[in-house]
C-alpha cells in the first residue's frame, strides 16, 4: 500500500515538473480574450461593479466566477496578468491530484503504478494545458472541476457511497458556474451512470439525479440572477457566438476535432481502442461512464463549430476524461500490452511538446498593449471609442474612455441582432459573426479602428460592422481616416519574424459635431 501511494504521489510530483518545463517553454503566451475578463475583474476591484463601461451593465465575460476568483490576488496588489495565470497555475494543481486519484479508482493494484504514472504523464505533457493555463482564460479551471467531479464517480462505480456523488455535485456546480457549457459533460456523466452505474435502474436513476440535478438547480438560479440584472437568460458571448449557419458551424466542428487528434494524440488512440474494446463487448463500467460523457462534449464542440483561438482550447477540458478513457480500456489487456499501449499515447504526446516551437504573445494581445498606451498617450480622455479587440487595448486604455465592442461579446444590442447578414469573410471564424455598423453609427463614437487591433482602411474591412459602415454616407461624411506610425520597445518579442516597428496604425477620427 505504501508503495502504491508513494508511486502516485511521485506521479503527481513528476507531472508538476513537467507542466512547470512547458510552461517555461511556452511563458511568453497570453490571449487578447484573458483582458476582457481582466476588465471586468479590475472595474469590480475598484468599484465594487461588474461592468464593461462605467454604468453599463453586460455580461461580456464568460464566467462570473472566474472574474471574483481573480479579482481576489489583485486586491493584494498582484498584477492583473499575474493574477489570472496564479489562479490558473492552482487549478493545474488540482487537475494532476484529480487525475492521480481518479486513475488509482480506474486500475488499482500495486502492480499496475506504471500504467498510472503514464497516464499522468500523458496528461501533464498536453501541451494545450501549459498553454492555456498561460493564457489567462478559464479553460483549465473547468478542467480542473470536472476532474473533480470525475475523480468522485470514479470511485463511487468501485465503492458506492452517496457522499462521493454529493461531492461530485458539488464540483460539477462549480464547473457550471465557471463555463454554461459544462451542462454538456455533466448531462454525460448523468448518462453515464444510468447505463454504466453500481445498482438497479431505480438506483442508478436516483445517482444521475442528484449529479445531474444539483448543478442544474445552480445554473438555473444563476440564470435567475443573470435575468434580474441584465435581462438575459445567457451570457452575451452566447448570442454573440450563435447565429452562424448550422452546415457552416458543422463543417468548423468537425475540422476543429480533426487538428484536436493531431494536438492531443490520445483522443485519436483513445477512440480506436474504444472501437476496438466495443465490437468485441470488453467494455467495463468505467469506460461506458466516461464515453458517454466524453462523446457528448465532442458533439457539443461540433455542433458549436470549434474556436478561433489556438491549441484546442475547448479541448482542455476533456484531456483528463479522454487519458482515463484509455487507461480504462486497456485495463482488461495483458500488462505487458496494456504498457505498450499508454506508454505509445504518452509518447506521441511528449513528442508533440517538444516539437511545438515556444508560443509568443498572442498577436491581437501583443499589439492590442501597445495601441493602448498609445492612445493613453495621445488622445483625449472621455471619448468613444469603437473597436473589434475588446481585449488588451480597452484594457490599457481605460482611463476615463467608452469602448464599443463591434463584435458584440460587451454590447448585448450587438450580440442579440438576428437575421445577420454574411457579407464578411471572417465572419465565418466563430464568435466573430455578428456587427450592427448602424446602431454604431448611432452612438457617434469619436474613434473607430475598423478590422484588427492596428486598424485597416474601411474598404477592407475585416468584419459586419465595418462592412455596413463602408456604405453608409454618414460615414464616409462624418470620419476622416487616419494613419499614424506607431513603435515599439526592442526588448519586446514580436509574434511574428517580419513584424514592422513602426507599423501602422489605421483609424477613423469624427469630424461632424
Known sequence: MLRRVSADSISVVVALVVVAFLVSKHSLYFHDDAYITLRYARTFVETGLIQWNPGEWAEGYTSLLHVVVISWPMRLGVSAVASAQLVNAVAVAVLLVMTAVSARAVLPGRENWLG??????????????????????????????????????????????????????????????????????????????????????????????????IPAAVSFVQ????????????????????????????????????????????????????????????????????????????????????????????????????????????????????????????????????????????????????????????????????????????????????????????????????NVPMIAERQYWPGHAKGDGAYVLSRKPDRIIIGPVTGVDVAFAWFLTGKELERMPEFSQCYKRIVEPVSFSKDLTPPFEDADNPFPFVYYVRVCS
Not at 237 to 263: C, H, M, Q, R
Open 116 to 213: 498510472r504514472v503514464l497516464t499522468m504523464l500523458t496528461v501533464a505533457s498536453s501541451t494545450p494545458i501549459a498553454i492555456w493555463m498561460l493564457g489567462g482564460l478559464e479553460a483549465v479551471i473547468v478542467a480542473a472541476f470536472l476532474a473533480s467531479g470525475l475523480a468522485a464517480l470514479l470511485t463511487f462505480l468501485r465503492q458506492p457511497r452517496t457522499g462521493l456523488l454529493f461531492m461530485a455535485a458539488l464540483a460539477y456546480s462549480l464547473a457550471i458556474l465557471t463555463r454554461l457549457d459544462a451542462s454538456v459533460f455533466i448531462a454525460g456523466s448523468g448518462l453515464g451512470l444510468l447505463l454504466a452505474g453500481p445498482g438497479a435502474v431505480r438506483t442508478r436513476l436516483m445517482s444521475a439525479v442528484i449529479v445531474v440535478g
Open 223 to 418: 440564470m435567475g440572477f443573470r435575468w434580474q440584472i441584465y435581462g438575459e437568460l445567457f451570457p452575451l458571448t452566447f448570442y454573440a457566438k450563435a447565429d452562424l449557419p448550422l452546415s457552416e458551424k458543422l463543417l468548423n466542428g468537425a475540422e476543429y476535432l480533426a487538428t484536436a487528434v493531431v494536438i492531443i494524440p490520445t483522443l485519436g488512440i483513445a477512440l480506436a481502442i474504444v472501437s476496438v474494446m466495443y465490437r468485441a463487448g470488453n467494455l467495463n463500467a468505467s469506460s461506458r461512464f466516461l464515453l458517454s460523457a466524453i462523446a457528448l462534449q465532442l458533439l457539443y464542440i461540433c455542433w458549436a463549430g470549434g474556436d478561433h483561438m489556438p491549441w484546442a482550447r475547448m479541448m482542455v477540458p476533456l484531456t483528463v476524461p479522454i487519458s482515463l478513457l484509455l487507461l480504462a480500456c486497456v485495463s482488461r489487456m495483458e500488462l505487458r500490452a496494456r504498457n505498450i499501449t499508454l506508454g505509445a499515447s504518452a509518447l506521441a504526446v511528449v513528442v508533440v511538446a517538444i516539437v511545438e516551437p515556444p508560443k509568443l504573445k498572442d498577436p491581437a494581445a501583443f499589439y492590442g498593449e501597445i495601441v493602448g498606451r498609445h492612445i493613453n498617450d495621445t488622445w483625449p480622455r472621455n471619448i468613444t471609442v469603437a473597436l473589434n479587440t475588446a481585449g488588451s487595448t480597452p484594457f490599457v486604455a481605460d482611463e476615463g474612455r467608452v469602448f464599443i465592442d463591434m463584435l458584440g461579446l460587451n454590447d448585448a444590442t450587438i450580440a442579440k441582432r438576428e
